[in-house]
């Protein structure tokens, strides 16, 4: 026969065996939302990438495809870079409801990193955001997005081509 002190330590155990159980089960479901959250609202951004890639593989030939891009102003632009059945560096871009697709050598204008250290250069940022290429004034450019000295939200647009600085919006 058990004493009345061995079934209250055996309860006790009990009682933290279900604490701990309902403590695990509680963070996979915190992580399970936190996850579902995370792929729900990054679904909208692959679909894109996929169906700039395949755009891009039927109108560019692209073969390697790399970066993927975003470029929000007047219309939404997506873009691809990477490299086509020659193996040259490309950068493709696709309107986000439809248009020309623009399909451009890499090697004719200047590169994301080139755009990256101009601003770095000339506006000597806290921290650059995002480089991406658009269309602007029915010009290809690159939009450098950077956090100032101040911490303020600004974009430079960069003409694609001459690497000429096309606009700049300080202090947002």
Not at 16 to 25: G, H, K, V
Not at 128 to 148: C, H, M, Q, S
Request: aromatic content about 8%; some cysteine; charged content about 20%.
């Amino acid at each position: 026969m058990q004493s009345r002190r061995e079934v209250q330590r055996e309860q006790s155990r009990g009682s933290s065996m279900r604490t701990i159980r309902n403590l695990l089960i509680a963070i996979l479901l915190i992580l399970l939302i936190v996850w579902s959250v995370f792929a729900v609202s990054s679904q909208p951004r692959n679909a894109a990438r996929r169906q700039t890639i395949s755009l891009a593989e039927k109108y560019a030939h692209l073969r390697s495809p790399d970066q993927f891009y975003i470029y929000n102003r007047e219309s939404t632009y997506y873009a691809i870079s990477g490299k086509n059945q020659k193996n040259q560096p490309i950068l493709v871009i696709v309107p986000q409801h439809g248009g020309k697709i623009r399909v451009l050598k890499q090697s004719s204008g200047i590169t994301a990193a080139e755009a990256r250290t101009m601003t770095k250069e000339n506006r000597k940022p806290r921290e650059i955001l995002k480089v991406a290429p658009g269309i602007f004034n029915d010009k290809t450019v690159w939009e450098v997005t950077y956090r100032n000295q101040k911490g303020n939200l600004c974009y430079d647009l960069i003409n694609f081509k001459t690497g000429q600085y096309v606009q700049n919006i300080n202090n947002l």
